[in-house]
């Protein structure tokens, strides 16, 4: 098939293309992507002057391995060869199995079951469904409602709204249509900060109150993402674990974003040494190839449903358990522990510590922070999107802005001088925007 002209394709973009988190038709004019590999992007008209542009956004904190690499090329071509997609449901096929068997044995015990879902969002929506039917299932019906600390982010389709955070969050416009979960206040902010103790009687007492009405706890354990890359203590988590326990309510980390290293272990759970009762996992999962996630759960929990009135989780989505994109899971997962995957982390940690040591100075800018491959510039202001966007391409890097925020998530694989030059670029956006 020819290639459109890029004038043709933008023409046809703006036409019918409806992008996300954007008016339709658009108003900014997006750049064309012509081919990707290591951590470039080649574009098909040249921007700022640049006709590559380093990845600094690992499509949305998906390819931590990069584009085209050979292992995952190879998992994918294999795969093709065999079969593309089967039915999930009373079929199975060995890229799934194998799937579901390594994610038990990575994840943190006692997680046992896995459910493989399309996106994160569904993983989210099969999360709140378990813990919702579990009670349903064990004659607790009335405990049916979520609590969440604000600050959150839990995708975008209904259920997944209705945690994230009310107001200051994408999704306020809904919050007379969405269910009406519980809100404690945004967990204090700061990795290494100690707990405090206020916040956490607090929490305690406002489980209390509701103790008969609570399903579970959902959080993103140590890194808020989209609700406003805020980074708290893993001493919170263990506090969750404790309070869950102690109030018979269920703990639910959504580790779409944290799973797979990206903050400095291989899950943030493993950060604080707890477990949840449930696990949602996405992004990373595939290395950024295909769309996968995965709602994982312990034996008591899917005992529980097993037992009730409906013993069985009504959710079957049509590409549940794909055979390209488990393939290339298994393959992403294997290339990622096959390696000191912890150094490399450290690395790209340590290279954003004293790229963006300076930006802390800049007017406008409220706070500096990095965690992991994951690099943060808050400004006092909304960010202006596309002069930060083009300021960073003008350093011949791609980043996507948004709210306050200025931030980058590289690939794992981002050489040092390239995650300099990210750095550079997130200054340079910082004093744009």
């Given at each position: 098939?020819?290639?459109?002209?890029?004038?043709?394709?933008?023409?046809?973009?703006?036409?019918?293309?409806?992008?996300?988190?954007?008016?339709?038709?658009?108003?900014?004019?997006?750049?064309?992507?012509?081919?990707?590999?290591?951590?470039?992007?080649?574009?098909?008209?040249?921007?700022?002057?640049?006709?590559?542009?380093?990845?600094?956004?690992?499509?949305?904190?998906?390819?931590?391995?990069?584009?085209?690499?050979?292992?995952?090329?190879?998992?994918?071509?294999?795969?093709?060869?065999?079969?593309?997609?089967?039915?999930?449901?009373?079929?199975?096929?060995?890229?799934?199995?194998?799937?579901?068997?390594?994610?038990?044995?990575?994840?943190?015990?006692?997680?046992?079951?896995?459910?493989?879902?399309?996106?994160?969002?569904?993983?989210?929506?099969?999360?709140?469904?378990?813990?919702?039917?579990?009670?349903?299932?064990?004659?607790?019906?009335?405990?049916?409602?979520?609590?969440?600390?604000?600050?959150?982010?839990?995708?975008?389709?209904?259920?997944?709204?209705?945690?994230?955070?009310?107001?200051?969050?994408?999704?306020?416009?809904?919050?007379?249509?969405?269910?009406?979960?519980?809100?404690?206040?945004?967990?204090?902010?700061?990795?290494?900060?100690?707990?405090?103790?206020?916040?956490?009687?607090?929490?305690?007492?406002?489980?209390?109150?509701?103790?008969?009405?609570?399903?579970?706890?959902?959080?993103?354990?140590?890194?808020?993402?989209?609700?406003?890359?805020?980074?708290?203590?893993?001493?919170?988590?263990?506090?969750?674990?404790?309070?869950?326990?102690?109030?018979?309510?269920?703990?639910?980390?959504?580790?779409?974003?944290?799973?797979?290293?990206?903050?400095?272990?291989?899950?943030?759970?493993?950060?604080?040494?707890?477990?949840?009762?449930?696990?949602?996992?996405?992004?990373?999962?595939?290395?950024?190839?295909?769309?996968?996630?995965?709602?994982?759960?312990?034996?008591?929990?899917?005992?529980?449903?097993?037992?009730?009135?409906?013993?069985?989780?009504?959710?079957?989505?049509?590409?549940?358990?794909?055979?390209?994109?488990?393939?290339?899971?298994?393959?992403?997962?294997?290339?990622?522990?096959?390696?000191?995957w912890q150094v490399e982390v450290k690395r790209v940690e340590t290279g954003l510590r004293t790229g963006l040591a300076g930006a802390a100075e800049l007017p406008g800018v409220r706070d500096v922070r990095v965690l992991g491959a994951l690099g943060v510039v808050?400004?006092?202001?909304?960010?202006?999107?596309?002069?930060?966007?083009?300021?960073?391409?003008?350093?011949?890097?791609?980043?996507?802005?948004?709210?306050?925020?200025?931030?980058?998530?590289?690939?794992?694989?981002?050489?040092?001088?390239?995650?300099?030059?990210?750095?550079?670029?997130?200054?340079?956006?910082?004093?744009?925007?």
């Amino acid at each position: 098939m020819a290639h459109l002209p890029t004038d043709d394709l933008l023409a046809l973009d703006r036409a019918h293309v409806w992008h996300p988190y954007g008016p339709m038709p658009g108003t900014v004019t997006p750049y064309v992507v012509e081919s990707a590999s290591g951590v470039r992007l080649r574009l098909a008209r040249p921007v700022a002057g640049r006709t590559e542009l380093i990845d600094g956004m690992s499509s949305w904190w998906a390819a931590v391995h990069g584009y085209g690499h050979p292992v995952l090329d190879a998992a994918v071509r294999d795969q093709l060869g065999r079969m593309s997609h089967v039915m999930f449901g009373g079929l199975t096929h060995e890229p799934a199995v194998r799937l579901a068997a390594r994610l038990v044995e990575i994840t943190p015990e006692p997680l046992q079951h896995v459910f493989l879902a399309d996106s994160g969002s569904v993983a989210v929506e099969v999360a709140m469904k378990m813990c919702l039917q579990y009670w349903q299932s064990v004659g607790r019906p009335a405990k049916r409602r979520l609590l969440t600390w604000r600050g959150g982010y839990h995708g975008d389709t209904f259920h997944p709204m209705s945690v994230c955070d009310p107001e200051g969050g994408m999704h306020h416009l809904w919050g007379g249509v969405l269910p009406g979960q519980l809100f404690a206040p945004e967990p204090p902010a700061g990795f290494d900060a100690p707990l405090d103790e206020d916040y956490a009687a607090r929490f305690d007492a406002l489980m209390a109150r509701h103790a008969d009405e609570l399903a579970a706890v959902i959080v993103e354990p140590v890194v808020q993402g989209a609700g406003g890359m805020r980074f708290h203590s893993p001493a919170y988590l263990r506090m969750l674990r404790d309070l869950c326990d102690r109030h018979g309510v269920l703990l639910v980390f959504d580790e779409i974003a944290t799973g797979f290293g990206r903050s400095g272990a291989l899950f943030a759970a493993d950060h604080a040494g707890v477990s949840p009762d449930v696990m949602c996992l996405g992004k990373a999962l595939t290395g950024g190839y295909l769309t996968m996630a995965a709602a994982l759960c312990t034996s008591a929990v899917a005992d529980g449903i097993s037992r009730g009135e409906m013993p069985v989780l009504a959710h079957g989505p049509t590409f549940m358990g794909n055979p390209l994109a488990a393939a290339v899971a298994n393959a992403s997962i294997d290339l990622l522990l096959g390696q000191d995957w912890q150094v490399e982390v450290k690395r790209v940690e340590t290279g954003l510590r004293t790229g963006l040591a300076g930006a802390a100075e800049l007017p406008g800018v409220r706070d500096v922070r990095v965690l992991g491959a994951l690099g943060v510039v808050q400004l006092d202001h909304p960010v202006d999107m596309v002069a930060a966007t083009e300021a960073a391409a003008r350093e011949g890097v791609w980043l996507r802005p948004f709210r306050d925020l200025i931030y980058t998530m590289p690939p794992y694989v981002t050489e040092d001088e390239d995650v300099a030059r990210i750095a550079a670029a997130v200054t340079a956006a910082a004093v744009a925007g």
